[in-house]
């Protein structure tokens, strides 16, 4: 991933491909359709470069200094890219639960649920389709309780807060949700590396672990209670 993410920053930085690659390796789906419906902007195109660069484990340093080939990768190099996109393993898909929830106006969790289910096929405005949403509802259980928790708590989240997919929602706050999940990623590592270490062992390495710990965690609530006052209130915050 780090290379063709290298070999891209490297190259001419056509914005198609940029979002190609990112929804290729990024995991922030709101970012993905936003660069998709809004198209290339300096400000998308900045954000876009941004989120390839962090993905790399680039340091600014090092982004700033890549060096730029303005030509275009030959077209046996291309084919070799899908090729070996085409042999990743499909991600997970959250957007099929959703559009299905809110076709029926429920969220996931209660669409998945027995009691939805047998309130649905009881009507009698679908008795002559018991079968088909029978099956569809069936399915639709079946994805949900196969889908690993960073899923089904993508789900609630997105649930949660229905901004987010909003062409009024100002860019900041995509960008706030991507960082947000970066801080609690780094709050994770360190408080496993912290866990780890002796009770016995006292040093600067053990400290700088906590400082992590605590640093990333209150950034985190930062950016949390920034998406919560947004939701209470459209507008935003503005203290992180």
């Given at each position: 991933m780090k290379q063709e993410i290298i070999t891209y920053l490297a190259g001419p930085r056509n914005f198609i491909q940029g979002v190609e690659l990112y929804e290729k390796y990024?995991?922030?789906?709101?970012?993905?359709?936003?660069?998709?419906?809004?198209?290339?902007?300096e400000t998308m195109k900045a954000i876009l470069l941004?989120?390839?660069?962090?993905?790399?484990?680039?340091?600014?340093?090092e982004f700033k200094t890549i060096r730029r080939n303005s030509k275009q990768p030959t077209v046996a190099k291309m084919e070799s890219a899908r090729d070996?996109?085409?042999?990743t393993p499909v991600k997970y898909s959250d957007d099929l639960l959703?559009?299905?929830?809110?076709?029926?106006?429920?969220?996931?969790?209660?669409?998945?649920s027995s009691d939805f289910r047998d309130k649905v096929l009881s009507m009698d405005?679908?008795?002559?389709?018991?079968?088909e949403l029978e099956e569809e509802l069936e399915q639709a259980e079946k994805r949900y309780k196969a889908a690993p928790e960073t899923v089904t708590k993508m789900i609630r989240f997105r649930e949660k807060f229905t901004f987010l997919n909003s062409p009024d929602c100002p860019d900041i706050l995509k960008v706030l949700v991507s960082d947000m999940f970066t801080a609690y990623g780094?709050?994770?590592?360190?408080?496993?590396?912290?866990?780890a270490t002796?009770?016995?062992?006292?040093?600067?390495?053990?400290?700088?672990?906590?400082?992590?710990?605590?640093e990333n965690f209150i950034a985190n609530r930062d950016m949390w209670d920034e998406l919560e006052y947004y939701r209470e209130n459209g507008k935003i915050l503005g203290k992180c």
């Open positions: 990024g995991i922030n789906r709101m970012l993905k359709k936003s660069f998709r419906r809004q198209g290339e902007t941004e989120e390839l660069r962090k993905l790399a484990g680039l340091s600014e340093r070996e996109t085409s042999k959703l559009e299905l929830a809110e076709s029926f106006g429920v969220s996931v969790e209660e669409l998945v405005e679908n008795a002559d389709r018991v079968e780094k709050y994770k590592e360190a408080f496993a590396r912290l866990e002796p009770d016995d062992v006292s040093s600067l390495s053990t400290a700088q672990e906590a400082q992590a710990v605590v």
